[in-house]
């Protein structure tokens, strides 16, 4: 949630957290860029009026840069021009601010049903990833077993297409447990020899990312 005015924001928060939702909340353009940059979400709420960064040219970054959670706008900025410039810059929802709360959460509800659908696979290079299975998917009817470790890796990669991730940020978000970073490099070893080295590409000096460079 990306909400700089206090009150609405812990007013949304005891709502979610109502109906079962855990949130993040940030309070400025750069800590959601950053947050939205680095985290996982399975939506994002914006207001457009923040600090630092405006909430459409928030979206445009993220968007940019891969992201692919959707989003829902909450804007005091209602007008059917505004709609169309939030629809248009990436969300797939726009609520004007005053919103009744039951809406709101019916919106949230049809928004994470719909993503649930579109999450069942992820395309990954030469096939595609399926979310529950740790199976990859080939050409041919031909599917590659994938162990839980190397699943969570190729999700991640796969999910920001675009985006380089570090071996820390690798080390910190799919192996929780404390390793060296080598375990990064492991695992990445282990989806070359099972996909073809073209499924992941080293950023030499930074880390990796989905798909040959
Ligand atoms: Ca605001």
Known sequence: MVEDDAELAR???????????????????????????????DLLLVDRGLPAIEGLELIARLRGRGVRSPVLVLSARGSTQDRVEGLDAGAEDYLAKPFDIAELLARVRALLRRHQDEAMFLDVPGGRLLWDERVVERGGGTRVELSEREARLLRLLASRPRQVFTRQDLLTRVFDDAESDGAVDTYVHYLRRKLGRGVIGTVRGVGYRLGAL
């Open 11 to 41: 007013l949304l928060e005891r709502v979610l957290t109502g109906e079962g939702h855990a949130d993040t909340l940030a309070a400025d353009g750069h800590r959601a860029l950053h947050l939205g940059l680095t985290g996982s979400f």
